[in-house]
């Protein structure tokens, strides 16, 4: 299953879409992240309910629509957006003053993007 059959969404229309986020140090992690992988979509936290979510700026973005367990063909940065996607951890702690605290433990992970290779 390819991505967009529906929208016929041309691959070099998504490479050129911008990195939102954390900026590539150098042109060569740039080029890292723009080339075209296939991903294996996997909603951790609402397994076989499809996605949708809109990427890029107020000039040039791209609505998409993943399925959880179909694979697409899209660019790194996309891969590594999706997986970005956490909701934090609060934990209540006591001080030990007598009073309880609220203190960041972590991550939780709602996305995952395995990249497929495929033999041949």
């Known amino acids: ?3 967009f059959k529906e929208d016929k969404v ?3 229309y998504l490479r ?3 990195i939102v986020g954390k900026q590539p140090a150098s042109t060569r992690e740039e080029e890292f992240l723009k080339e075209v992988c296939e991903f294996e979509f996997m909603n951790i ?3 076989g309910v499809m996605h949708t979510f809109s990427y890029g700026n107020t000039k040039r973005s791209h609505n998409f629509k993943f399925m959880h367990g179909a694979t697409y063909k899209v660019p790194r940065f996309i891969a590594r957006h999706l997986e970005s996607c956490c909701t934090p ?3 209540w702690r006591p001080d030990g003053m ?3 605290t609220k203190r ?3 991550n939780d992970p709602r996305f995952q993007m395995r990249q497929v290779y495929n033999a041949g």
């Open 1 to 3: 299953m390819t991505a």
């Open 10 to 12: 041309d691959i070099e």
């Open 16 to 18: 050129s879409l911008p």
């Open 45 to 47: 936290k609402e397994p």
């Open 89 to 91: 951890i609060y934990e």
């Open 98 to 100: 007598g009073r309880m």
């Open 104 to 106: 960041y433990t972590g």
